[in-house]
């Protein structure tokens, strides 16, 4: 009888695991079927996350998503962008809500093993800075003594803020906001001293400034900020798609394969741009996609270089140069994994 019931009960949670495991794997079916994917952007970041007055999405991020919307549907415009708050995004992924998270969010150990999610890649590796007025007389983070710091709830900005006051032995008082928006628009107010958020952030949000030139970014980097897309825990063939995006991404960069010369590099001798675009192995199947699903990403968005360059880098208002968002031939962190 004990075995009986033993054996039943097994027999129940085998079937509960099979049960989670296969509603686990329905992302990519899902946004097949609605035809379009949901991405969770920023409220408003210039060069990452920021609608215009059309509606009209344009960021590092925003590229992200339409290079997986161009992957799965060779539609770069198939995907609804949903703009969230820091506080409301990880909830937003988790409920389903959206597909993919492609908002600036570090990626740190609490995050990917509490909240049940995944991060599949860094596309952004930065760090946590400060910004004053140039009247306040302030050339180092470690001036900022007494000083009342604008920061965002719900971010990493927190408890670094703590973590470097504390470790400089000095005080502070924090005025927090849950948007970043509102967080900027009371600095530029002069409602604290100093805004702290991540670096490029920084640069992104004195250009919102009533008088951006009135404005500084301190030198001190406080924090490492590896930032980076999010994915449901469970659902590996989505993982896997978002990862090799990214990844297709910077091997087109390392290999120079460019959105201009993507169909002349069709008919490379190179097995590695073979490889990527689709022309020798199954490598996009092995994914749940089509075979020139890299091709797509490179002919609609670009590699990762030029997506860097329009949104974050000298060809965009922030001008914002590689640093450790180079790649590694080039003396910086990005390395594209590779396909083979």
Not at 126 to 144: N, W, Y
Not at 296 to 309: L, P, Q
Request: charged share 20%; hydrophobic share 40%; glycine share 10%.
């Amino acid at each position: 009888m004990k075995k009986a019931i033993a054996s039943i009960a097994f027999g129940l949670m085998a079937a509960g695991l099979i049960t989670t495991g296969a509603s686990a794997q329905a992302t990519l079916a899902s946004v097949k079927q609605k035809g379009y994917l949901t991405c969770g952007a920023n409220t408003g970041l210039a060069g990452f996350g920021l609608p215009d007055a059309q509606g009209n999405w344009t960021g590092l991020d925003i590229d992200f998503c339409r290079a997986i919307a161009a992957a799965i549907f060779d539609d770069p415009t198939k995907v609804r962008f949903i703009p969230l708050a820091a506080k409301d995004r990880f909830t937003a992924l988790q409920s389903g809500e959206v597909d993919v998270l492609s908002r600036n969010s570090t990626v740190t150990m609490s995050r990917d093993t509490q909240l049940g999610l995944d991060f599949p890649a860094v596309n952004y590796y930065d760090g946590q800075g400060f910004m004053v007025r140039k009247k306040l007389g302030v050339s180092s983070a470690k001036e900022l003594n007494g000083a009342s710091i604008c920061t965002q709830q719900g971010t990493t900005t927190e408890l670094n803020l703590a973590d470097y006051f504390r470790a400089n032995n000095m005080k502070y008082e924090v005025v927090a906001f849950a948007t970043s928006d509102e967080t900027f628009k009371a600095y530029d107010a002069g409602r604290c001293d100093a805004f702290t958020t991540d670096a490029s952030g920084l640069y992104a949000e004195r250009l919102r400034a009533s008088n951006p030139d009135d404005h500084i970014v301190l030198p001190e980097i406080i924090s490492k900020e590896p930032l980076g897309p999010a994915v449901r825990h469970g659902d590996n063939q989505w993982a896997d798609i978002v990862r090799w995006t990214f990844n297709a991404m910077l091997n087109a960069e390392e290999l120079g394969v460019t959105k201009a010369n993507v169909d002349q590099m069709k008919s490379s001798d190179n097995p590695e741009i073979k490889r990527l675009l689709g022309t020798e192995g199954k490598f996009g199947e092995a994914i749940g996609l089509t075979n020139d699903w890299a091709y797509r990403i490179i002919k609609h968005i670009g590699n990762y270089g030029e997506s860097f360059e329009r949104n974050v880098g000298e060809g965009s208002k922030l001008k914002i140069k590689r640093g450790q968002n180079a790649l590694w031939t080039k003396g910086g962190l990005q390395y594209g994994l590779p396909i083979r």
